[in-house]
């Protein structure tokens, strides 16, 4: 299987608690994040949502849907949001927050592995399209989440971890 890893930064003028609530109710995504197509939760969790599983649907600028359900593994309030990926795509995604100069530091960590067939057979050619369908949808999500808290954008950035 390909292994994919990006690393996507948000900085948006907004408070650390407004930006984590909001990362928090993914059930809500689709009403601002566009790409976000669908997310319905199909376990529930403890009371702070840890082991809680939410099915979603993305769809970006190349012509395919990624379907997979996120299992939350950790939750350490307005710092980290962590879970495991299991569907099209295996591996973790990873929610860390901070305050720095003034803005809210949104840091997404995506380490998965492409588990469609047809996707692991084009990666050698695909994988930098497929990275870059990745950043335009973490662009629209801090285009909405900006929008939402009527807050700046100040960046978005995703780079590639060296290994």
């Given at each position: 299987?390909?292994?994919?890893?990006?690393?996507?930064?948000?900085?948006?003028?907004?408070?650390?608690?407004?930006?984590?609530?909001?990362?928090?109710?993914?059930?809500?995504?689709?009403?601002?994040?566009l790409?976000?197509?669908?997310v319905?939760?199909?376990?529930?969790?403890?009371?702070?949502?840890?082991?809680?599983?939410?099915h979603?649907?993305w769809?970006?600028?190349?012509?395919?849907?990624?379907?997979?359900?996120?299992?939350?593994?950790?939750?350490?309030?307005?710092?980290?949001?962590?879970g495991?990926?299991?569907?099209?795509?295996?591996?973790?995604?990873?929610?860390?927050?901070?305050?720095?100069?003034?803005?809210?530091?949104?840091?997404?960590?995506?380490?998965v592995?492409?588990?469609?067939?047809?996707?692991?057979?084009?990666?050698?050619l695909?994988?930098?399209?497929?990275?870059?369908?990745?950043?335009?949808?973490?662009?629209?999500?801090?285009?909405?989440?900006?929008?939402?808290?009527?807050?700046?954008?100040?960046?978005?950035?995703?780079?590639?971890?060296?290994?």
């Amino acid at each position: 299987m390909t292994k994919f890893q990006l690393v996507t930064e948000w900085r948006i003028s907004a408070s650390l608690v407004e930006v984590f609530e909001a990362i928090t109710h993914c059930l809500d995504w689709p009403k601002w994040w566009l790409g976000s197509e669908k997310v319905e939760k199909l376990v529930m969790g403890d009371k702070n949502g840890v082991e809680c599983v939410h099915h979603f649907i993305w769809k970006g600028r190349i012509p395919y849907r990624l379907v997979f359900d996120i299992r939350v593994t950790r939750i350490v309030p307005l710092k980290l949001i962590e879970g495991q990926a299991s569907g099209e795509v295996i591996g973790t995604g990873r929610w860390n927050f901070f305050h720095e100069d003034g803005v809210t530091v949104v840091r997404y960590e995506w380490d998965v592995h492409l588990n469609r067939l047809w996707m692991n057979l084009v990666a050698p050619l695909a994988l930098p399209l497929f990275r870059w369908n990745h950043h335009q949808v973490m662009q629209q999500g801090a285009k909405g989440l900006a929008h939402l808290l009527h807050s700046r954008l100040e960046s978005v950035h995703t780079s590639i971890p060296s290994l």
